[in-house]
């Protein structure tokens, strides 16, 4: 096809779903030039799978983006119908915030967002390859022939990548929703030299909201205290009017459909190859593996408030049509929903994650950015952090720039890049709470006093909203002083307080912070019980108040960053020449190879290396006694 030069660019983002969108964004504001490339602008920031934002370590990865001054927060704080936190009665470290998104209304307003950017342009176009020159990514070319040349790509091809949709006997090559797929483009990566994967997802059906028996379900409400996702949203913003869902199961009788039926799903039938998610899997993959189990719940979670869609949340499936309408009819309040939509699965192209830096480059070509499920991941929030931080580093490249890193111990956006760039994944990875070793740290509330400075600093913080943080790092600093200055005495009213809640009584004067120690004592018992007002809004407080109760655990995880900090500081010479090193065990040698980890703590979590040959390394580069990789 003969190709014709177009514009240039700073910047071009390939994929204007979660990463793309927040790539575009991010290297926009930080002044560059921007092109954001789309194969259907009716798909920008859409949400394919479940219309919610958040829960357990995904509501923290979007409170970090909006942090460092990403878009994902603020748009759904915008859109949402229903906000929730869960896990209210455990620590802080697993609060999370789930809000239900009007699909519609989220994508409508992302592409707004987009449109009206300066230095960003919004076009619908279908990238076939890469414009690559000695090992560097130089820009793009589409299906109909236009290049577009740029300093730095970023790559957020999403599940389209040469994707397949199965249902039952079934399958098409399509995208997401029944969209164009991207065929050529990995063709493209493949010639490169990129090691490629296949990955599945799935989506489960949607029903007509007119039609389920809500009387035999379970209602779910959102919160009435406010509750956002952005920094920058108000109290007063929040919505009252909230759309319920609903909770039903799973029973014997759809349990019993489904097994009789798995000959003619492609997850078992052999069709489908592609790793599907662990920690989400289609409710075939639940009733074979949970056998045990005689029920699993259902969700049933509106689409958006100008819709009757349904979706039926934790019912993935790639059934056949036919036997997806016998599961619905089994399920309690379910038994004449009429089906608006087939679940189905996708299958797509992938790219081995260890391919990449910690900036999001990879390493095969220069200049050439990656981001979201085609490294590898699961979800919207994951997609949205990895996007982020590959259009910050593609800009900060294309200004010539140092890339810009978030450590395990700064953001759960850091212990997820790298998870990705250090172990790799061999399905798609979802991340948990339970990946981050400092999530005391990196917790919900204070995703603002970790990332804010590192937003501002790059230019995606206004000068309005840095002094605003700044007067409340000042106000919580006072509540903590003036804690230790106040004494609580043994009164009357104290002790009577204390006795009503368990608490034992005082015999002599305490401060105010040794007093906020006890579990069930609050800030604002602390304030009506002696008098003293503290400084700021309840977010400040609430900063004070866990400060206070967790900061034992606090210490003990600042001295293991401590730690962590002086292995990052050790440094691994990117050309070390692994087979030189007398001593590595095989799979050591192999993994640090293809890895190529650039500190001795990234060394340290590679998995499959051992303490032994650690201190190999270590002494081997201590000594300066490498020499470069042969050629």
């Known amino acids: 096809m003969k190709t014709y030069v177009t514009n240039e660019y700073d910047v071009i983002v390939v994929g204007a779903g979660h990463a793309g969108s927040e790539a575009a964004l991010a290297s926009a504001r930080m002044g560059q030039k921007t092109l954001l490339l789309t194969i259907g602008l009716d798909m920008v920031a859409f949400m394919p799978c479940n219309p919610s934002v958040g829960g357990p370590a995904k509501g923290t990865v979007v409170r970090e983006i909006d942090a460092l001054g990403g878009e994902m927060g603020k748009n759904i704080d915008k859109t949402y119908i229903q906000m929730r936190m869960l896990n209210t009665g455990k620590g802080p470290a697993v609060r999370a915030l789930r809000a239900q998104a009007d699909k519609w209304d989220y994508h409508e307003e ?30 793009v070319v589409t299906n109909t022939g236009a290049r577009y040349q740029a300093k730095s790509v970023v790559l957020t091809t999403g599940t389209a990548a040469r994707g397949r949709i199965f249902i039952g ?44 028996d809500y009387s035999k379900t379970e209602e779910e409400p959102g919160d009435k205290e406010p509750r956002h996702f952005s920094f920058t949203s108000k109290d007063a913003d929040y919505l009252s009017d909230q759309t319920s869902c609903y909770m039903t199961y799973t029973n014997p009788r759809t ?233 609580v005495h043994p009164t009357i009213a104290v002790n009577e307080f204390l006795a009503g809640i368990g608490e034992a009584a005082l015999n002599g004067g305490v401060k ?60 691994i010479p990117v050309d070390i020449d692994y087979d030189q090193i007398d001593g590595l065990a095989t799979e050591a040698r192999e993994k640090f190879k293809q890895i190529r980890p650039e500190t001795m703590a990234q060394a340290e979590r590679i998995s499959g290396v051992n303490p032994a040959d650690l201190a190999i390394l270590s002494v081997y580069v201590q000594n300066g006694k490498y020499s470069k990789v042969k050629d």
């Open 110 to 139: 992302m592409k707004r967002t987009i449109e009206n950017t300066p230095n960003l342009t919004l076009r619908q176009a279908i990238v076939d390859e890469l414009i690559v020159e000695d090992g560097i990514c130089k820009g």
């Open 169 to 212: 006997e079934l399958n098409y090559s399509s995208g997401p929703n029944n969209t164009i797929p991207a065929v050529k483009l990995s063709e493209n990566l493949e010639k490169l030299g990129f090691k490629l994967r296949r990955f599945k997802t799935g989506t489960p059906p949607r029903v007509n909201k007119n039609t389920i």
């Open 255 to 487: 349990h019993k459909i489904i097994n009789e039926n798995l000959d003619r799903s492609p997850m078992y039938s052999g069709d489908i190859v592609g790793v599907g998610p662990r920690y989400c899997p289609s409710i075939e993959t639940k009733v074979v593996r949970f056998a045990d189990k005689d029920r699993h719940q259902i969700f049933l979670e509106p689409e958006g408030r100008k819709t009757e869609e349904i979706y039926v949340g934790d019912f993935s499936t790639s059934m056949p049509e036919e036997v997806q309408l016998q599961m619905l009819h089994s399920v309690a309040g379910l038994e004449k929903a009429e089906m608006m939509r087939p679940g189905y699965a996708i299958e797509y192209d992938v790219i081995d994650p260890w391919q990449l830096t910690h900036t999001l480059e990879t390493k095969k070509v220069k200049h050439l950015f990656t981001a979201g499920q085609m490294n590898g991941t699961s979800g919207y929030e994951e997609a949205a952090g990895q996007g982020l931080i590959a259009g910050i580093n593609a800009a900060l490249s294309a200004q010539g720039k140092p890339g810009f890193v978030l450590g395990r111990d700064e953001a759960y956006i850091g212990v997820l890049i790298d998870d990705l760039v250090t172990k790799g994944t061999n399905e798609p990875y979802r991340l948990l709470t339970s990946r981050a070793e400092y999530r005391l740290l990196l917790r919900h509330d204070n995703a603002d006093l970790r990332l804010t400075e590192k937003g501002y600093q790059l230019g995606l913080i206004s000068e309005d909203r840095y002094q605003r943080f700044l007067e409340k790092k000042a106000e919580i600093k006072a509540d903590l002083a003036e804690l230790k200055d106040v004494t």
């Open 512 to 571: 105010g912070d040794v007093f906020l120690r006890r579990p069930k004592v609050t800030v604002a018992d602390f304030e009506r019980l002696t008098g003293h007002k503290l400084a700021g809004d309840r977010y400040v407080k609430e900063q004070v108040e866990i400060n206070v109760k967790y900061a034992g655990y606090i210490k003990k995880q600042e001295i293991q960053v401590d730690r962590l900090r002086r292995q990052e500081a050790k440094k």
